[in-house]
């Protein structure tokens, strides 16, 4: 059969045109599932609530969230990188599930750099470095003296040498050159509570956990993960100003299915980015320790994930700790 001159111009002139938009041109048409990776009422399920509530309204459709515990991420983010790549399904991403698990854990059933693109980063979270109050140190200078005093005569409790506390104190061991022995928990609560008992003497904790126990003279800061202090938690000084370089915080944020439309990704880019930048979204998030990331764009948002692949790859090199 022959095509038709006119035939041939219709279809080169279609193929000019954004197909993804003409085929999602009425995205949102159904409520969106968010899958958060974490169990219900905890701080990263009450953050992706907060931003969920505003994007419903943002998009004129529910955005409810989906819950879907497990391995350390890996439960929810396979399901998020098995979903259909339409925009109505998202991940909300944390660290764990985007960068450390590729160096962590030996047959990941999903591939971050391959099956998701990041849509926005939307709030960041530094850990403390605390101690029992009795503890002879009341910084990370005089920390690092005792510790060379008395070799592998202090203990920090962290949630595994897999999870970011492990990694981060295994990372802070190494570049302070001290000989501190870590102790794993399964549940940090009983972390904290040896701590405060006076039975190991150190912690790496996420703000939500340390700043109750730090207000009721429980804990006394040392130092923060982050290169810069945190709003409310000023008195702990960063690592940085005694080990240059070191910055280390957990964050959380939202990720797509490879494949997605580049429209709806950029509407959910700018639609996010809205509400990052608003003081009704900073201020709750403030109170829980965690810090908006503000707005960038979908390159910008891809590009910082990416430069953290090298970050953690030298960190999980460098302490020696392989992937099981």
Do not use: H
């Amino acid at each position: 059969m022959r095509t038709s001159r006119r035939t041939l111009l219709k279809s080169a002139a279609a193929s000019l045109l954004p197909a993804p938009a003409i085929a999602q041109s009425g995205w949102p048409s159904q409520p969106i599932k968010m899958i958060v990776t974490q169990a219900a009422g905890g701080t990263p399920d009450i953050v992706c609530r907060l931003v969920c509530e505003r994007l419903s309204r943002a998009l004129g459709q529910q955005v409810f969230v989906e819950n879907r515990p497990g391995a350390g991420n890996v439960v929810g983010a396979q399901a998020a990188a098995r979903a259909a790549p339409d925009g109505n399904t998202l991940l909300w991403a944390t660290a764990a599930s985007l960068i450390t698990n590729v160096f962590t854990v030996k047959a990941l059933p999903y591939d971050p750099r391959r099956d998701f693109v990041t849509v926005a980063r939307a709030a960041r979270g530094p850990f403390l470095l605390v101690a029992n109050p009795g503890l002879p140190a009341n910084n990370l200078p005089e920390l690092i003296a005792l510790a060379k005093a008395k070799p592998r005569g202090l203990n920090v409790a962290t949630d595994g040498p897999r999870n970011f506390s492990g990694l981060v104190a295994a990372w802070l061991i190494r570049s302070a050159g001290v000989d501190i022995n870590p102790v794993p928990y399964s549940a940090m609560p009983q972390g904290v509570q040896d701590v405060i008992g006076g039975r190991v003497e150190l912690a790496i904790l996420a703000i939500p956990s340390a700043g109750p126990q730090m207000a009721a003279g429980m804990l006394k800061p040392i130092a923060i993960t982050s290169a810069q202090r945190a709003p409310g938690y000023e008195q702990a000084a960063p690592i940085a100003d005694t080990i240059p370089g070191f910055d280390f915080y957990g964050w959380l944020g939202v990720s797509a299915p490879a494949g997605v439309p580049r429209p709806i990704l950029e509407r959910l880019n700018q639609e996010i980015s809205k509400i990052l930048d608003t003081a009704e979204f900073a201020g709750p998030l403030a109170k829980m320790g965690f810090y908006s990331m503000g707005g960038a764009s979908l390159e910008k948002a891809n590009a910082d994930v990416e430069a953290e692949f090298a970050v953690w790859r030298k960190v999980v090199t460098d302490i020696g700790l392989e992937p099981e």
